[in-house]
């Protein structure tokens, strides 16, 4: 049954092409009849990290999109635009999309492999900046971290694509598997910063990584697959030097959730976005 009596809510889940991985989302492909708090109260009584709500379609590809968390709207969410591509090309046919978020254009290709759709989206422009030792400290303190608990390298930075991410490298994969975390003490500190969510981050080799994604702002204390800050992350290992301008980087996320999911992220030389891939099925 919809949450809504106007909406039909299809749920979705991105970055696998298993319905128990992945990142779960909430898709309205009608939601010309929602205003804000209709909107607000579909993602909330859904749950998920994030909601999907299209309006406009023009009938070339283009339509408006929206994000809600279950506690506010979102500029930008990277696993519910890939969620929605998906049910828009199980409907119409795979090909391409464009999207207007209030982060601004985001194209999107969806191809047809095997029996698995693929999405790929392009970010908008991205930039990284400081973050000073007493907002740092903070963090660190509220995600309970010991300043030993970071790798010497790279620097933490908040890195945007869409929307902004403090992003921290574990010194060990075994401190990115212990999070127990202060959830009000950080949420305060992310409005402070307007971050959206923490993407911790531990290097398996030159181009695996795997990251974890605290999320209270939400209102959910971890986000199981981020689009939106594995786009911000490439922006952010390319400036820091970590990867070449062409590289393409696998990330693993939601392992230690219990809901593994693989986000491929490239970056192209001479195009300062940030390119993301995921599959996705239909949940239910």
């Not at 392009?122 to 007493?134: M, Q």
């Not at 945007?160 to 075994?174: K, P, Q, S």
């Not at 393409?248 to 030389?269: F, I, K, N, S």
């Amino acid at each position: 049954m919809s949450p809504h009596p106007r909406a039909e809510v299809l749920r979705y889940t991105a970055f696998s092409a298993d319905p128990g991985g992945g990142n779960p989302a909430g898709v309205v492909l009608d939601a010309s009849g929602l205003d804000d708090a209709a909107m607000l109260a579909v993602a909330a009584e859904l749950g998920y990290s994030e909601s999907a709500f299209l309006t406009a379609p023009d009938g070339r590809g283009g339509h408006t999109l929206r994000y809600f968390s279950p506690k506010a709207e979102v500029p930008f969410c990277g696993h519910a635009t890939v969620a929605a591509a998906i049910a828009l090309a199980e409907r119409d046919g795979p090909g391409d999309l464009v999207f207007s978020t209030p982060a601004g254009q985001v194209p999107v290709t969806v191809v047809r492999d095997g029996d698995e759709l693929r999405a790929t989206l392009t970010s908008v422009e991205p930039h990284t900046e400081d973050i000073t030792p007493d907002d740092l400290a903070e963090a660190l303190a509220a995600l309970d971290w010991p300043a030993a608990g970071l790798a010497p390298a790279p620097a933490p930075r908040i890195a945007y694509a869409g929307a902004r991410h403090l992003v921290l490298a574990a010194a060990t994969r075994e401190r990115l598997a212990d999070l127990s975390y202060d959830f009000a003490r950080l949420e305060t500190l992310m409005h402070r910063l307007a971050l959206t969510t923490v993407q911790l981050v531990w290097r398996e080799s030159g181009t695996v990584f795997h990251v974890r994604n605290p999320f209270p702002v939400g209102g959910v204390v971890e986000d199981p697959a981020t689009g939106a800050a594995a786009a911000a992350f490439g922006a952010y290992a390319r400036e820091a030097g970590l990867v070449p301008h062409d590289a393409v980087l696998t990330l693993h996320q939601g392992a230690d959730m219990g809901r593994p999911g693989t986000l491929t992220v490239e970056l192209r030389p001479g195009d300062p976005r940030i390119r993301v891939t995921g599959t996705g099925t239909r949940i239910g």
